[in-house]
């Protein structure tokens, strides 16, 4: 029997057969209504001007409907098997199936129908899988898709890399990294949908190294010299008096000759640490290879032989926060009344403002009625002339407070303030950042300490002074 005879007779007729069922006739519905949906969608969005960044629109066209589109094609086989069964059960199997003729002009067209649509199947599926893949890697899928995420997603849109894709920084490069990120994320979706994933969502060691990510942009060894820093600060006092601090810091790195300095230079050798929390907030002990080999290790004072593992120390250790960065309460209400959002000249706004940011609100929803009401009230008992000649001003205070707000604090996942601490500097607290190691207190055998001299990292040109002098010498103001 010629090949072609054989394929006729022992699968397309029975094929045939078999598939005149509900369950394989509904498979090919799901399957075709599925297809010219996705089609439809790509051409519209390809050609046309009618995409959304709604990041729920990817899940449907780029998750849901491939998944319908491949469900449908699973239910055709499984009705033939089911259909199979029952007429073998019943002792119905026909001897002889159906003929398949190519001589009659309905089947072959039908043939012609299921090789084509075959074809297609293979390019939708394949398209489909692709994007699926690409749109869970954009940002819209890891901050927005994710209601758990609003806390980073929020901060990171108000980043210096707001511009840079997540996968940039969370996938390790290479096949390895991709199948860690995918399985590690797949791990987090059963998390979300059983209601079991923690508040708040703290980062881990399983973020890669700065070696397979940060350095593919920036060069810790280049040198950065000295960075001019001013630091505006408002008072409590009725007239939020300004002062300002100004420090020159030790950025460094290495010069043209290879020599070592600044912040970043001490920190280019090896170095080890050892932490007793999960965030690395509490360091016990430090290991500095030296350039003769030899190795010193200084322990705190507060270990008490409670060492944890040895960690390699990374860019990341310090630039914890490079893309989800929160501010301190004092912070953000004095960068906002440098930029002039909060007017100084209303009295008191600093000190009320901080008191009502930092007070306890079940939802972001309620800060923002209270944040608002609070100081209206503040200003409509206490100044009624500042009410009546500065409503503006007021209620755009009121505006930026709950976006400070908004942006720092999440009740949903239980983020507050100092949750998510920053380590490259010491502003919140001298316990924390640059005080986990440089504190006086990490010492070595030999009773030396790792240096807590405020001028090795920078040296300040003005404290606390309402008019610095230097800034009109170099025409800043």
Known sequence: MPLFQKIREGWVRPALFFGNNPASLVGGAITTASAMTLIGFWVVDIFGRGGSSNPYVGIIFDLILPALFIFGLLLIPLGMWVRHRRVKAAGQLPAVYPKADFADPVFRRGVDFVV???????????TASYRGVAYMDTPNFCGQACHVMAPEWVAYSHSPHS????TECHVAPGVPGYLHAKLNGTRQLAMVVLHDYPRPIMADDKVPPSSATCIRCHDPERSSGDKLVVKTVFADDEKNSVTRTILLVHVGGRDEFGRLDGIHGAHLGHIEYASTDMTHQAISSVRKS???????????????GNVGPWRTMDCIDCHNRPAHSFDTPDGAVDKEMAAGALSASLPFVHKQGLALIQADYPSQEEATAKITSGLEDFYR??????????RGQIEQAARALSEIYRQNV?????????????????AAALTGGCFRCHDGAHTSKSGASITNDCSACHNLVAVDDAKPKILDEIGMK
């Open 163 to 166: 511009t840079v894709a997540c």
């Open 410 to 426: 999440f009740p949903a996942m239980k983020v507050t303030w100092g949750t998510h601490p920053r380590n490259d500097g010491h």
């Open 381 to 390: 008992s206490q100044y009624p002339a500042i009410w009546s000649s500065q």
């Open 116 to 126: 084509i649509a075959t074809s297609i199947n293979f390019i939708i599926v394949g």
């Open 290 to 304: 030296n350039a003769d080999g030899s190795v010193t290790e200084f322990t705190s004072a507060d270990a008490k």
